[in-house]
């Protein structure tokens, strides 16, 4: 941790998938490229397999509630409770220190 680390917010999306999820790889690498371009993003991680498990990171609560305003961001959000997923849960935390190991 540097010395003039500054607080940020991530959003985890926790989530199952239903069995059919046609076009889904195709809409969440456009929605990561979409995300990239908002003001206040700072990254993400994501990992899938039983479980899926998405974590952004953004430099506000605006940033954050901006971002679940967008409006292709919403029409993805429709398609997912609709076709993709059969359950999911959205975490917001604010990050108030972090550290790392790198070998």
């Not at 430099?59 to 409770?81: C, P, V």
């Not at 849960?89 to 604010?94: F, G, M, Q, S």
Request: charged share 30%; with cysteine.
């Amino acid at each position: 941790m540097t010395k003039d680390f500054k607080p940020y917010y991530a959003v985890i999306f926790t989530s199952t998938q239903n069995k059919s999820i046609e076009c889904y790889s195709e809409m969440a690498t456009k929605m990561e490229d979409l995300a990239k371009k908002q003001n206040g993003y700072l990254g993400m991680d994501s990992a899938r397999n039983e479980v899926g498990i998405t974590v952004s990171y953004w430099e506000s609560l605006e940033a954050i509630k901006n971002w679940k305003q967008q409006t292709e961001h919403l029409e993805a959000q429709q398609k997912g409770r609709q076709d993709w997923y059969s359950w999911y849960n959205v975490r917001i935390c604010k990050v108030e220190r972090e550290y790392e190991f790198n070998k």
